[in-house]
């Protein structure tokens, strides 16, 4: 078992930035690639980025291409998401997750799951 916890969410005005934490207990960190995924209400769960075990790889869609970075401190087991240039379509529940395999974007293919964290953009 792998557990996630989310922290850093937030009321943000568009234009501003955050930084997502997501802290890993329980299995080794390092065995899972991580990703972020985001639900707004009434929509789909969204895929946000991945990030490959040791950080060497990353994958985002083109909807936040640019403007997101996600990394990982394996020390630390905390993956990180740090958001700029927010715009109010990016007001959603955020969630970090672990998979074994890595360059998955499909929620499915994740094992396991933090409990979300809220970002609010308002315009």
């Known amino acids: 078992q792998v557990q996630l916890v989310e922290s850093g969410g937030g009321l943000v005005q568009a234009g501003g930035s955050l930084r997502l934490s997501c802290a890993a207990s329980?299995?080794?960190?390092?065995?899972?690639?991580m990703g972020w995924f985001r639900q707004a209400p009434g929509k789909e769960r969204e895929f946000v980025a991945v990030i490959s075990w040791r950080g060497g790889n990353t994958y985002y869609p083109d909807s936040v291409k640019g403007r997101f970075t996600i990394s990982r401190d394996n020390a630390k087991n905390t993956v990180y998401l740090q958001m700029n240039s927010l715009k109010p379509e990016d007001t959603a529940v955020y969630y970090c997750?672990?998979?074994?395999?890595?360059?998955?974007?499909?929620?499915?293919?994740?094992?396991?799951w933090g409990q979300g964290t809220e970002v609010t953009v308002s315009s």
């Open positions: 329980g299995r080794t960190f390092s065995n899972y690639a």
């Open positions: 997750a672990a998979s074994g395999s890595y360059g998955y974007t499909s929620p499915e293919e994740y094992d396991y």
